[in-house]
């Protein structure tokens, strides 16, 4: 052991050694090599499983058990609930005997275990930002006593925060606390997927007055298992008729080889007379037979679909039901069953989930993941993975796409599997070029200015506009808002009764701010909608947006349920559980995707490379979509006469860039009767056009932005109010759309994209 082990307290060296430890990784020595030696803040990036929580936590808790705090000594944000009640349970672990409390906060957390956090606050708090964002609002009196000796402040899963409203919130918390406090705590951020480690080291520091320090550190080489496999939902494959598909091939990320051992995957039923569901739901079925599998989904409909969906195969062929649920509509009595399910490595579950589990929770040893479709980022694909191959085995993933079978007169942009041909970019451009999406920022966050204001108002009291101003605006979020923009947000706060004025001319909470900050759900700065809590006696099921009408089915935690009664003025629905499956729906926003990744899906579209990875069928429906590439001169040009009237771009970019030229088209269309604008994703526009040719469309734009530019406040019309974050209905008309122009749209690679498809006709 190195002379750091020395440094760590007993407890520590104790814990190292009955876990068996023979070394500390290089992670642990950069962490405390950090943390011991400077004061300066800590970025920690590594893959997952590297362990980074320990690399943090073991020199935070020896310097707190050395020199004991005086209030709460650390504070651990996370952005899951399920995140928290895991970590308290390993500090718990580690900390026993030594003195050191730990304390977890969030809405399910016991009243009683919240009390004796605020009687003596000491040791380490795990809260998550709504939590906090409570604390600071309606314990504001109480919060120099709760943190007055706060030293350390860690943010897990940082990727998940930078550049988003509810980072952005926890920045302001921090900014708030050290304003009370007298003294700014030092920053660690921890994640296993940061894109540009200096502009999130920048971000993590931001208003700490601290130095960050990201220390390298060279993660040893990984193989990786994948597998990508295609079905048409109709169809009768070959593997259906009884052939066993390929294994499964992996690869180094180094080099992409193919791993040599194969997992024999088959999708036969055992019982050849029963008639098939849905072939990639079978397939999925027995990828997941007879191992410890999570199965991931890109949205909370598709979960409950394909839990209904294998628990149908299962009983049809007479094999035990072992799938549970997880996702953030379900009661926490669920989540926490799937969740134990998961740490017993005696037990072989199958636990299908969204976004929930695809951070760092510790779920044991994982045989396998399995992909419903294809994530949206890279680092979303390299955070699922990484859920498996734990305790020194390779991780392991297979990728599965159902597609519909495709009518004769199906237009040709909807003959391309984008969701395939996006994960097989996402992959390459991993392995090719180790890319992960840098962290998006905002420069006029005004939901968060809207929300922040009346936090800071509700917490002091009245201010005075300008003292107001000063508090709110020198927060490290806002330091690119306009003091112009935001006495327009003021004015319209007070013409809305959001705040009022005093005759001492302060400024206070008015009637309507009164009545969202006296909501829990004003802690939050992501959308919630009016929840309705599904109940069926006394257990909590989950929650669902819209009521059903008595009698009604609807499905919830992959099971079907009956509407029995409903009491709509509490908000609850009762039902009872009946047999069968059906799809439910949520409202949802899926992300952004970077203009990279569209950028490989092309090369992948049109290069004849042949990827490892890939199983029979999806090499079938890869070789077939780019043979029809090259019949309809899709590799040649990216804007494709489609007949008629009707024309469609493929322009490559990513959702704000993508999103600009869609607007800038619409608004520049008029000389060319262009007309009936549609788009799928950031894909593809279709548009008719009844005057010109594609070349002369395309030149004209060119040569308009060549003497031009492109305006993007233009390109947003006078009456729109675009709507993205949970306040955004509360902000004015004019501040919306110049941030909608601002954080939304970007011109550079339109610019540069444009010339690029002219030049294609020049070939």
């Known amino acids: 052991m190195p002379d750091v082990f020395y440094r760590f307290s007993p407890f520590i060296r104790d814990y190292i050694y009955e876990n068996d430890w023979t070394s500390l990784r290089g992670v642990q ?27 943090a936590f073991f020199p935070v808790l020896s310097m707190m058990y050395d020199d004991p705090p005086c209030s709460f000594g650390a504070l651990y944000i996370a952005p899951l609930k399920s995140l928290i009640n895991d970590q308290f349970s390993r500090l718990d672990r580690i900390l026993d005997m030594t003195g050191i409390p730990v304390f977890h906060w969030h809405g399910d957390v016991a009243a009683s275990h919240k009390a004796k956090a605020l009687k003596d606050p000491k040791g380490v708090l795990q809260i998550t930002p709504e939590s906090l964002e409570s604390m600071l ?65 920048a971000w993590l520091g931001a208003g700490s007055g601290r130095k960050t320090q990201t220390p390298v550190i060279n993660s040893p080489k990984t193989s990786w298992r994948l597998g990508v496999e295609h079905f048409y939902i109709q169809n009768d494959s070959a593997e259906k008729n009884g052939e066993t598909a390929a294994g499964t091939q992996g690869g180094e990320p180094e080099s992409g080889v ?75 009595a669920i989540r926490e069953e799937a969740e134990l399910k998961l740490k017993d490595d005696e037990q072989r579950t199958v636990t299908c989930s969204t976004v929930t589990l695809e951070l760092g929770i510790d779920i044991g040893r994982l045989e396998r993941i399995i992909q419903l479709e294809s994530p949206n980022s890279v680092s979303s694909l390299l955070q699922r993975l990484g859920r498996s191959g734990r305790r020194g085995e390779p991780p392991e993933m297979m990728l599965v796409f159902r597609e519909e079978n495709p009518l004769p007169n199906t237009p040709l942009p909807q003959l391309i599997p984008w969701s395939m041909l996006r994960a097989v970019a996402i992959i390459q451009l991993y392995l090719e070029e180790r890319f992960i999406e840098p962290p998006n920022t905002k420069k006029l966050p005004f939901s968060l200015l809207f929300q922040q204001t009346l936090s800071i108002l509700a917490s002091s009291g009245e201010l005075l506009p300008k003292r107001l101003a000063e508090k709110v605006l020198s927060l490290p979020p806002f330091e690119q808002v306009p003091a112009e923009d935001y006495k327009t947000l003021l004015v319209s706060m007070l013409k809305n009764d959001y705040i009022e004025m005093t005759d001492e001319k302060g400024l206070i909470v008015g009637m309507k701010g009164e009545r969202l900050t006296n909501s829990f759900k004003f802690y939050a700065v992501f959308k919630d909608s009016e929840d309705y809590t599904v109940r069926c006696q006394s257990d909590e099921i989950g929650t669902i947006t819209t009521p059903p009408p008595v009698g009604d089915r609807f499905a919830l935690a992959g099971r079907v349920w009956e509407v029995e009664e409903l009491d709509l003025q509490r908000k609850l629905i009762y039902v009872k559980s009946v047999n069968g499956k059906m799809e439910i729906s949520w409202p949802g926003d899926y992300g952004e995707i970077h203009t990279k990744i569209l950028e490989r899906m092309k090369r992948v579209l049109l290069e004849d490379k042949v990827y490892p990875y890939l199983k029979p069928n999806a090499q079938k429906r890869l ?93 947003i019309g006078k009456s729109e109010s675009p709507i993205f974050e949970k306040y955004d209905g509360c902000i004015p008309g004019e501040l919306l759309r110049r941030a909608y122009a601002e954080d939304r749209l970007r011109t550079d690679e339109v610019c540069r994209r444009l010339p690029e498809i002219l030049d294609e006709y020049k070939n």
Not at 263 to 269: A, C, I, L
């Open 29 to 55: 020595l950069e962490a405390a090599r950090v943390l011991f030696d400077t004061d300066d803040n800590l970025l920690l990036t590594s893959q997952t499983a590297s362990g980074k929580t320990e690399a």
């Open 623 to 715: 070789d077939a979509v780019r043979a029809l590439a090259r019949a309809t001169g899709l590799d040649r040009h990216s804007l494709v006469h489609l007949g008629g009237y009707t024309w469609c771009l493929f322009p490559w970019l990513g959702t704000r860039s993508f999103r600009t030229l869609r607007k800038y088209v619409a608004a520049n269309g008029a000389k060319f009767g262009i007309s009936n604008i549609e788009f799928e994703g950031c894909c593809y526009i279709t548009f008719r056009m009844e005057r010109g040719d594609g070349r002369e469309l395309i030149s004209y734009l060119c040569e308009k932005i060549a003497r031009e530019g492109i305006d993007r406040n233009a390109l």
């Open 137 to 201: 609002m309606n314990r504001s009196n109480d919060v120099v006593r709760l943190f007055s000796d706060l030293r350390f402040i860690i943010i897990d899963e940082l990727h998940t925060l930078t550049g988003s409203d509810r980072g952005n919130q926890i920045l302001c918390q921090h900014v708030r606390i050290q304003r009370l406090i007298g003294h700014s705590p030092r920053r660690i951020g921890l994640s296993a997927t940061v894109g540009d480690a200096e502009k999130a080291a």
């Open 258 to 332: 193919p791993d040599e051992e194969a997992v024999r995957d088959t999708t036969e039923s055992e019982d050849a007379g029963v008639s098939y569901l849905d072939p990639g739901y079978e397939y999925i079925y027995d990828c997941s037979k007879d191992k410890k599998c999570l199965i991931f989904s890109n949205s909370r409909e598709e979960t409950e679909y394909l839990t209904a969906t294998l628990r149908q195969i299962a009983e049809r062929r007479g094999e035990p039901d072992v799938f549970q649920i997880h996702h953030g509509n379900l009661s926490a």
